[in-house]
C-alpha cells in the first residue's frame, strides 16, 4: 500500500486533457482518500506539474529550485489540471514545502469557493 502525503511530488499515470492520452509525469499530491475497503487501494487528488518554459496560465506556480525537489527541469504546478490517481502506480520524487505549497493550497481553494 503506498500512500502519500499532501505536498509530495509524484511521477504517475496523467490524462492529457488535449487528447485521449495518459503520460507519466510529474504531479503534486493535494489530497489522499482511504479506499482500502474498495479493492483498488489508496487514492489522490494530484495537480500537474509542467516545464516552466511553457505559456502561462492562469492559477500555474512556478516552483524555485525545481530541480533541488527531484525534479529534472525547471518546473510550474498547473493548479487548473487536477486528477485522480491510484498511489500505488505513482512514485514520490520529492516534497513541495512552503511558500510554493501555501500558493497553490490558496489558490485551489479559491477554485473551489468552499471556504
Known amino acids: 500500500m ?7 511530488i509524484v511521477h504517475a499515470p496523467f ?7 495518459i503520460v507519466r509525469r510529474p504531479a503534486l ?11 483498488i487501494g489508496p487514492l489522490a487528488w494530484a495537480l500537474m506539474i509542467t516545464n516552466a518554459a511553457r505559456p502561462a496560465w492562469r ?3 512556478l516552483i524555485p529550485d525545481a530541480e533541488s525537489i527531484g525534479l529534472l527541469i525547471p518546473s510550474k504546478v498547473r ?11 505513482a512514485i514520490r ?4 514545502d512552503g511558500r510554493v505549497w501555501t500558493e497553490v493550497r490558496s489558490i485551489v481553494l479559491d477554485a473551489l469557493d468552499i471556504c
Open 59 to 61: 492559477g500555474d506556480v
Open 29 to 39: 499530491i493535494l489530497a489522499t482518500f482511504d479506499t482500502q475497503d474498495t479493492g
Open 93 to 96: 520524487i520529492g516534497r513541495l
Open 2 to 8: 503506498t500512500v502519500f502525503e499532501p505536498g509530495a
Open 15 to 21: 490524462p492529457h486533457v488535449e487528447r485521449a492520452v
Open 79 to 89: 493548479t487548473a489540471k487536477v486528477t485522480t490517481i491510484a498511489t500505488g502506480d
